[in-house]
Nanobody, 117 residues
């Protein structure tokens, strides 16, 4: 099983980025998928997650700016990030649970997002 995250980069304050995470090795249509981030010197935190249906959950710090979506047919999850702020600078990781589980089991390698002011 592999989760491959991509789409990170350097962007100015107020800009946008779209992260993608392609999963392979098994289907995740019945799994929760999410995005986490880890800023320098800080712990990993949940950014957004989406159930196998349409239920979503966002960190308060990104509500109204970030949108998570998924394409189960392509085993892919996305994170659209708008109105980026310097405090969004972090390595972003995608993750997936086992089917019908709430515990994240599979993790991608991370993609770095840097927001410059």
């Amino acid at each position: 099983v592999q989760l491959q995250a991509s789409g990170g980069g350097l962007v100015q304050v107020g800009g946008s980025l779209r992260l993608s995470c392609a999963a392979s090795g098994r289907t995740f249509s019945n799994s929760k998928m999410g995005w986490f981030r880890q800023a320098p010197g800080k712990g990993r935190e949940l950014v957004a997650e989406m159930s196998s249906g349409t239920s979503t959950n966002y960190a308060d710090s990104v509500k109204g700016r970030f949108t998570i979506s998924r394409n189960n047919a392509q085993n892919t999850v996305y994170l659209q990030m708008n109105s980026l702020k310097p405090e969004d600078t972090a390595v972003y990781f995608c993750a997936a649970t086992l089917s019908y589980s709430s515990t994240y089991r599979y993790w991608g390698q991370g993609t770095e997002v840097t927001v410059s002011s």
